[in-house]
DNA sequence: GTAGTTTTAGAATATATATTCTAAAACGAT
DNA sequence: ATCGTTTTAGAATATATATTCTAAAACTAC
């Protein structure tokens, strides 16, 4: 069976994770993911191949588990009440995982190193847009009866764009955002979203 | 008077900020800017002290010229309104420029080289954001007679991350965003404005 | 023309970091 | 115990890029 393992492929990501939410992903480096886990990085080349397949792995992993949750929320039978639904999760999630949310809400994926990616890396993050585009598709259809590009615009600026803009501050501030800036946001989005339901009918 | 300049300040400025705009800060490189300019790296260096020096003078030369008309914009007699007025200014302001506004909206400080600025730097940055906080601070009071922690970040989200993240989308999908993505937005921000202020009240 | 100055020009150097490589350790199976 | 295998361990290598350095060019003033 061979020498056994004192670093596996998990603990290793988490070390990349930790790292990459504290510095960001750009500044990563090998030396510093082996260190922090104690690990020669030898090792780290025998569990990755590449940097950018650790960062991808990162990147994917997180993105995979917060997505799917994210799009589950939209699938409630009112439109309007399933996209406050899917803000109600995702700030009930950076509450939860203020690290990850870092990750995923102050880079962007190509800071992970993703045009470096491996092959199967790259098709991991195409079902994963192929996905979102569906689901965004079929909420566009709900909440305003068409798909065009004007329609897809629209929906993805409140459902993604929108939140993410207060998502953002309340990360960077540190603590959870005082009652008056949450209820401002959560009413806005309500509006917007009403709004444009109305407008479409 | 020594031998004629064939490369100025400005000229290597306009290249280090073409290729920033292009590749992203991060992926400046010393060398490409000389190609690019067709002069010599000891020319750069001779100009600039460093490739942080040199980052550093697009994000501020930038955001000094956004920053100033845009909190010119919120002096307005009616705060909803000027909040607007801030709004229409950074919308066309992105359409005549949009090279510069991806340099605004797609990246951060800290990716033009910012803790390696030299002294001078630094205290332009902060003389930005003071400024900023001022008129921030300002506004509070006016659109909700407070200037609490509270106050300041829903000011905060209103003026500055709410309107991002439309102009965002605007950059990263190319052309200006169709009528009814726009008419949203002016509406959503008019409400949210509008709310904020009654609350307060 | 000579001296002084600024700028060009690009080669040489330094440094950081990803990646590869070699040797050995630690196990199971025979 | 020996062999085959996996993993550790970290030194050696490769590469990219910022920065420095030396020489010369191109001007002005005298």
């Given at each position: 069976m061979g020498r056994p393992a004192r670093h596996h492929r998990e603990t290793l990501l988490e070390s990349?994770?930790?790292?990459?939410?504290?510095?960001?992903?750009?500044?990563?480096?090998?030396?510093?993911?082996?260190?922090?886990?104690n690990a020669p990085v030898g090792s780290i080349y025998h569990r990755y191949k590449s940097r950018a397949e650790l960062l991808g792995a990162v990147w994917l992993d997180l993105v995979e588990t917060f997505q799917a949750q994210f799009l589950a929320c939209l699938e409630g039978p009112d439109p309007a009440e399933a996209g406050l639904a899917s803000l109600r999760f995702s700030l009930g999630w950076i509450a939860e995982f203020p690290r990850e949310a870092r990750l995923l809400l102050l880079h962007r994926r190509e800071d992970f190193a993703a045009d470096a990616w491996p092959a199967t890396y790259r098709r991991r993050a195409q079902r994963l847009t192929a996905a979102a585009d569906r689901a965004m598709a079929n909420y566009a259809e709900r909440l305003l009866?068409?798909?065009?590009?004007?329609?897809?615009?629209?929906?993805r600026w409140l459902l993604?764009?929108?939140?993410?803009?207060?998502?953002?501050r309340e990360l960077e501030e540190g603590g959870a955002s005082p009652a008056g800036a949450r209820e401002l946001l959560m009413a806005t989005c309500s509006f917007a979203l009403?709004?444009?339901?109305?407008?479409?009918a």
């Open positions: 990349a994770r930790d790292l990459s939410a504290q510095h960001g992903p750009q500044n990563l480096t090998i030396a510093r993911v082996a260190r922090r886990a009866g068409r798909t065009d590009a004007d329609a897809m615009r629209q929906v993604v764009d929108l939140p993410r803009s207060a998502l953002r009403r709004r444009a339901r109305r407008q479409a």
